[in-house]
Nanobody
Framework: HVQLVESGGGSVQAGGSLRLSCAYS???????MGWFRQAPGKEREGVAT???????SYRNAVKGRFTISKDDVNNVLYLQMDSLKPEDTATYYC???????????????????????WGQGTQVTVS
């Protein structure tokens, strides 16, 4: 049974930084993980994904500002968010999906895989 618990959200001023954490357990033998976000009245959008081999994929709007990483020893997924903008305001979720669903037919890591499991979310507000 896969469990994910996000933390680290909060309220910051534009230009500030936050680091989100996602503690996970019960993951699949081969999988990808990532962060997605959803603001009120808006569609869910992928933010960053990391594959089993460490390959990453980022939303264009966050490239150069956000960094996804994974600590496989302690089973924690991170999202370092720098130079935050008001448009980054949303609830952020971490998700995990079996490796077979993580890639496009062309072999590219999906930005928003069809996550089978995700956490309860953590709110990020940038003003």
């Amino acid at each position: 049974h896969v469990q994910l618990v996000e933390s680290g959200g909060g309220s910051v001023q534009a230009g500030g930084s936050l680091r989100l954490s996602c503690a996970y357990s019960g993951y699949y033998s081969r999988y990808c993980m990532g962060w997605f976000r959803q603001a009120p009245g808006k569609e869910r959008e992928g933010v960053a994904t990391i594959g089993l081999d460490g390959v990453t994929s980022y939303r264009n709007a966050v490239k150069g500002r956000f960094t996804i990483s994974k600590d496989d020893v302690n089973n924690v997924l991170y999202l370092q968010m720098d130079s935050l903008k008001p448009e980054d305001t949303a609830t952020y979720y971490c998700g995990v999906e079996r490796d077979g669903h993580c890639y496009t037919p062309g072999g590219h890591l999906r930005l928003l895989p069809p996550y089978s499991n995700w956490g309860q979310g953590t709110q990020v507000t940038v003003s």
